[in-house]
C-alpha cells in the first residue's frame, strides 16, 4: 500500500519559514515525479512545485526565489523550504507522487498525501 505522510506544516508569522517534509512509502516506482501541491479554503488545488527523478524543477511564479524543492531518492523523501513566507501562501499543503504531467500546472496525480496546514499571519 502507497502511503505519503506530511510533516512540518504550522503557522507563522510573515517572512517566515517553514519546511515541509513528505516520507513515501509502499511505492516501487523507478522514475517517477514528485511534487507538492496547495489549496486554499474556497479556491482551486494548484501547484506549487515539482521534481523529476533527475533533480529538474518547475513553479509556479509566485513562489519563485521564495521555496525549494528537493528529493532524496534513496530515502523516498520529498522535501519543500518555504521562505519569506506570505499570508496568500497559507493553505493545505499535499505532498504527490507520480503526476499525471510532470510540470507545476500538472492536474492531477496518482498518489497523494493527507495534507498539513501551512498558517502564515500578517
Known amino acids: 500500500q502507497v502511503k505519503l505522510v506530511e510533516s512540518g506544516g504550522g503557522s507563522v508569522q510573515a517572512g517566515g519559514s517553514l519546511r515541509l517534509s513528505c516520507a513515501v512509502s509502499?511505492?516501487?516506482?523507478?522514475?517517477?515525479?514528485m511534487g507538492w501541491f496547495r489549496q486554499a479554503p474556497g479556491k482551486e488545488r494548484e501547484g506549487v512545485m515539482t521534481?523529476?527523478?533527475?533533480?529538474?524543477?518547475s513553479y509556479r511564479d509566485s513562489v519563485k526565489g521564495r521555496f525549494t524543492i528537493s528529493r532524496d531518492n534513496a530515502k523516498n523523501t520529498l522535501d519543500l523550504q518555504m521562505n519569506t513566507l506570505k499570508p496568500e501562501d497559507t493553505a493545505m499543503y499535499y505532498c504527490?507522487?507520480?503526476?499525471?504531467?510532470?510540470?507545476?500546472?500538472?492536474?492531477?496525480?496518482?498518489?497523494w498525501g493527507q495534507g498539513t496546514q501551512v498558517t502564515v499571519s500578517s
Open positions: 504527490a507522487i507520480d503526476l499525471w504531467v510532470c510540470f507545476v500546472r500538472s492536474r492531477g496525480a496518482k498518489y
Open positions: 509502499g511505492y516501487n516506482g523507478s522514475s517517477y515525479c
Open positions: 521534481i523529476d527523478t533527475y533533480g529538474a524543477t
